[in-house]
C-alpha cells in the first residue's frame, strides 16, 4: 500500500465550480499535512499547511482527519489559473527524518 | 532573494555513462534535500544533508548514486553508471530549518537511453 493515496483524477471543470480532492495516509506517525502544487514541467510549490482544526485561505479550504488519516481540499470557484496537478503530501518529523512523502498527484483542469 | 537553482536543466546520456547533478540551495539554508520522480511515479526522497553531513540517505536506491556537500553549500548528485530506469526528473529542494519549508528547484530532467 502506498504510503499517499489521491484521488488519480484527473478532473476536469468550468470556471466557477467547486473541486474537491481526497487523500489518505498510511502512517499514523505523520506530523505534518501540506498541499503543494505543480504546474506542467515546473516544480512544486507549497500551496498551504493543513492543521486538525481545518484552515482556509481564500477559496481554498483544507481539513485534516488523524482518526481516519484523511486529508482533503477545496477549491471554490475556480479559476483557469488554478489547472495543475495538486499533490498531497506527508512528513513525520523527528530523530533524523524530515523528508516529505508525496502523493502520485490529481490533475485539475478548469475549463472557460 | 534567489531561489533553489539547479543545472543543468536537461541531460541526455547513455546507459552507461556518468552524469553530475547540482544543487545551489537557497543562501544561508543549512537543510538541503534530493528528490526524483520517474515517470508515471510519485515524487520520491533520495536523501537529505544538514550542512555538509548526510542526515538521512534512506531513499538513495543503490550505490550508483552518490551525493555529496563539500563545504555546506552546494550539492552533488552523481549516477555512475547511468540505468535506463534512473530517467527521470531529479529535484532539489532546501529549508532554513528541517522543521520549515522546503523550497523546490526547478529539476533536472535527466534521460538515459
Known amino acids: 500500500r502506498k504510503e499517499v493515496e489521491q484521488d488519480p483524477g484527473p478532473f476536469n471543470v468550468p470556471e466557477g465550480a467547486t473541486v474537491a480532492f481526497n487523500c489518505t495516509y498510511s502512517?499514523?506517525?505523520?506530523?505534518?499535512f501540506f498541499w503543494y502544487r505543480q504546474d506542467c514541467r515546473k516544480e512544486p510549490k507549497l500551496l498551504m499547511s493543513?492543521?486538525?482544526s481545518g484552515n482556509e485561505d481564500g477559496r481554498f479550504t483544507a481539513q485534516l482527519n488523524r482518526a481516519s488519516q484523511y486529508i482533503s481540499l477545496l477549491i471554490r470557484d475556480s479559476k483557469l489559473s488554478d489547472s495543475a496537478t495538486y499533490l498531497c503530501?506527508?512528513?513525520?518529523?523527528?530523530?533524523?527524518?524530515?523528508?516529505?512523502?508525496f502523493g502520485k498527484g490529481t490533475l485539475l483542469t478548469v475549463n472557460p | 532573494e534567489a531561489g533553489v537553482t539547479q543545472f543543468p536543466s536537461h541531460s541526455v546520456i547513455e546507459k552507461g555513462q556518468t552524469v553530475t547533478l547540482r544543487c545551489d540551495p537557497i543562501s544561508g539554508h543549512d537543510n538541503l534535500y534530493w528528490y526524483r520522480r520517474v515517470m508515471g511515479k510519485e515524487i520520491k526522497f533520495l536523501l537529505h544533508?544538514?550542512?555538509?553531513?548526510?542526515?538521512?540517505e534512506s531513499g538513495m536506491p543503490n550505490n550508483r548514486f552518490l551525493a555529496e556537500r563539500t563545504g555546506g553549500t552546494y550539492s552533488t548528485l552523481k549516477v555512475q553508471p547511468a540505468e535506463l530506469e534512473d530517467s527521470g526528473v531529479y529535484f532539489c529542494?532546501?529549508?532554513?530549518?528541517?522543521?520549515?519549508?522546503?523550497?523546490f528547484g526547478p529539476g533536472t530532467r535527466l534521460t538515459v537511453l
Open positions: 503530501v506527508v512528513k513525520r518529523s523527528g530523530g533524523s527524518n524530515y523528508k516529505l512523502t
Open positions: 544533508f544538514v550542512k555538509e553531513s548526510k542526515q538521512d
Open positions: 529542494a532546501s529549508s532554513q530549518d528541517p522543521y520549515y519549508e522546503q523550497f
Open positions: 493543513v492543521y486538525s
Open positions: 502512517n499514523s506517525a505523520s506530523q505534518s
